[in-house]
C-alpha cells in the first residue's frame, strides 16, 4: 500500500511498514480567515477531518465528546465544507493543511498548535512479505542517498530536502 501512509502503533499490529519515505509531517489546524478559536479549550466546535486517517483516530480519542467530529471521503470535501460554513475547524496533515491555505486567496489560515500523530510516510507490506520489505527498503535508501527522493519531495511539495547524502 502506497497511499501517503503514516507509521503508528495500531496499523503495525495488522501491517509491516517500508523504511519512511517522508518524514512526520504535524498536522495542522485550519480555519475561515479571521476565525477565532480558544486552542486552550477547544469545545463546542464542528472540527473536520479525512475519514481512515490518523487526524480521524486523533480527533475520535481527543477531540470528540466536545465537540462535533465530521468525516469526509477526500480533504477537498473537507476544504469545502469549511469554506461553506458547515465545519468551524480543519484538521489534516500539515502539507494538506498548508495546500488548503495557500490556494484559498486569502480566505483561510492556519491556526493553533501544531499535532504531531504518528512517524512518517511508509510503504504498507503484508507482514510476512519480509523479502518485498527488504528491497523496498534497500530501494529507498538509494534514492535517499543520491538525492532522487529530495528532489522528489521538493518538486511536488515544496519541502525538503530530508535525506539527502543519508
Given at each position: 500500500i502506497m497511499a501517503g501512509m503514516s507509521i503508528t502503533d495500531e496499523?503495525?499490529?495488522t501491517i509491516s511498514f517500508s523504511d519512511e519515505y517522508?518524514?512526520?509531517d504535524p498536522s495542522r489546524y485550519a480555519v475561515k480567515a479571521g476565525t477565532e478559536v480558544d486552542w486552550d479549550k477547544l469545545e463546542g466546535k464542528s472540527i473536520g477531518v479525512q475519514g481512515a486517517t490518523i487526524q480521524a483516530a486523533y480527533a475520535e480519542e481527543n477531540l470528540a465528546g466536545k465537540n462535533t467530529i465530521k468525516s469526509y471521503e477526500t480533504s477537498d470535501q473537507?476544504?469545502?465544507?469549511?469554506m461553506g460554513g458547515s465545519i468551524d475547524v480543519m484538521l489534516a496533515d500539515g502539507t494538506v493543511s498548508k495546500s488548503a491555505v495557500e490556494g484559498s486567496n486569502g480566505e483561510m489560515e492556519?491556526?493553533?498548535p501544531e499535532v504531531v500523530i504518528g512517524?512518517?510516510?511508509a510503504i504498507g507490506l503484508r507482514q510476512d512479505d519480509t523479502g518485498l520489505q527488504e528491497k523496498m527498503n534497500q530501494a529507498l535508501e538509494a534514492v535517499k542517498?543520491?538525492?532522487t527522493l529530495d528532489k522528489l519531495i521538493?518538486?511536488?511539495?515544496?519541502a525538503g530536502p530530508f535525506y539527502s547524502g543519508s
Amino acid at each position: 500500500i502506497m497511499a501517503g501512509m503514516s507509521i503508528t502503533d495500531e496499523r503495525k499490529e495488522t501491517i509491516s511498514f517500508s523504511d519512511e519515505y517522508y518524514p512526520p509531517d504535524p498536522s495542522r489546524y485550519a480555519v475561515k480567515a479571521g476565525t477565532e478559536v480558544d486552542w486552550d479549550k477547544l469545545e463546542g466546535k464542528s472540527i473536520g477531518v479525512q475519514g481512515a486517517t490518523i487526524q480521524a483516530a486523533y480527533a475520535e480519542e481527543n477531540l470528540a465528546g466536545k465537540n462535533t467530529i465530521k468525516s469526509y471521503e477526500t480533504s477537498d470535501q473537507t476544504v469545502a465544507d469549511l469554506m461553506g460554513g458547515s465545519i468551524d475547524v480543519m484538521l489534516a496533515d500539515g502539507t494538506v493543511s498548508k495546500s488548503a491555505v495557500e490556494g484559498s486567496n486569502g480566505e483561510m489560515e492556519i491556526s493553533g498548535p501544531e499535532v504531531v500523530i504518528g512517524g512518517g510516510i511508509a510503504i504498507g507490506l503484508r507482514q510476512d512479505d519480509t523479502g518485498l520489505q527488504e528491497k523496498m527498503n534497500q530501494a529507498l535508501e538509494a534514492v535517499k542517498k543520491d538525492g532522487t527522493l529530495d528532489k522528489l519531495i521538493e518538486t511536488y511539495f515544496k519541502a525538503g530536502p530530508f535525506y539527502s547524502g543519508s
